[in-house]
């Protein structure tokens, strides 16, 4: 799948979570847009270097810990994005672990 095409994947994911899930909101589809935008740099420029940093505790862990990064790149998605957020991490994890397997099943589809 092509970035451009993940975006707009997550901007999708991102509003129908939000319909969902009470302790996750957004203000709007383009604060969603934006939200996914600003998490796709993360995720290019930021997360490979807590993965490498993080990696004996991820093996440790047999790759859960994985899921705490995504956590973790998505809470500070809502820290920069305003109308992006979470009532607490453990919804962050559950955001990125759902995020995280439509992406893997959109990428394999």
């Not at 302790?23 to 934006?34: E, K, Q, R």
């Not at 600003?38 to 899921?67: A, D, E, Q, R, W």
């Not at 920069?80 to 394999?108: C, E, H, P, T």
């Amino acid at each position: 799948m092509k970035w451009w095409q993940r975006i707009l994947a997550n901007t999708i994911i991102f509003l129908a979570l939000a319909g969902f899930l009470g302790g996750f909101y957004i203000d709007s589809w383009a604060t969603a847009l934006v939200a996914a935008v600003v998490f796709g740099i993360l995720n290019v420029i930021v997360k490979p270097i807590l993965v490498i940093l993080s990696f004996p505790i991820t093996m440790m862990t047999l790759g859960l810990f994985y899921f705490v990064i995504n956590g973790l790149m998505l809470w500070l998605t809502a820290a920069l994005v305003s109308g992006f957020g979470f009532s607490s991490f453990i919804m962050a994890l559950v955001v990125a672990f759902i995020v995280s397997a439509l992406n893997a099943f959109f990428n394999n589809a």
